[in-house]
């Protein structure tokens, strides 16, 4: 079993930056690969990002490359998302999960994740 929590959502102005934590406990992280979701008032969840269990390979939305980054430090059995460049339509409540599966088409779909954590507001103002 493997527990997830967010952390470093806020409120922002559009342009600005925002770092999104989520600490893992459970399981053997490495194993994971980790995805980064969100999900706006009104609207479906949506894939933003995701990262190999060994941090060799990262896989983005067009709606976010180039602005967002996601990191991990599997010593610290932690996932980052780097955002940058901000707009109002990127507020939503975002989400990390993990999951063992292991080809990265399969990354995109919140389905075949195992876990998730509670989530993390980020607004960003206009």
């Known amino acids: 079993q493997v527990q997830l929590v967010e952390s470093g959502g806020g409120l922002v102005q559009a342009g600005g930056s925002l770092r999104l934590s989520c600490a893992a406990s459970g399981g053997t992280f490495s194993s994971y690969a980790m995805g980064w979701f969100r999900q706006a008032p009104g609207k479906e969840r949506e894939f933003v990002a995701a990262?190999?269990?060994?941090?060799?390979?990262?896989y983005y939305a067009d709606s976010v490359k180039g602005r967002f980054t996601i990191s991990r430090d599997n010593a610290k059995n932690m996932v980052y998302l780097q955002m940058n460049s901000l707009k109002p339509e990127n507020t939503a409540v975002y989400y990390c999960?993990?999951?063992?599966?292991?080809?990265?088409?399969?990354?995109?779909?919140?389905?075949?994740?195992?876990?998730w954590g509670q989530g993390a507001q980020v607004t960003v103002s206009s």
């Open positions: 990262i190999r269990g060994s941090g060799g390979s990262t």
């Open positions: 999960a993990a999951t063992l599966k292991e080809l990265a088409w399969l990354f995109r779909n919140g389905y075949n994740y195992d876990y």
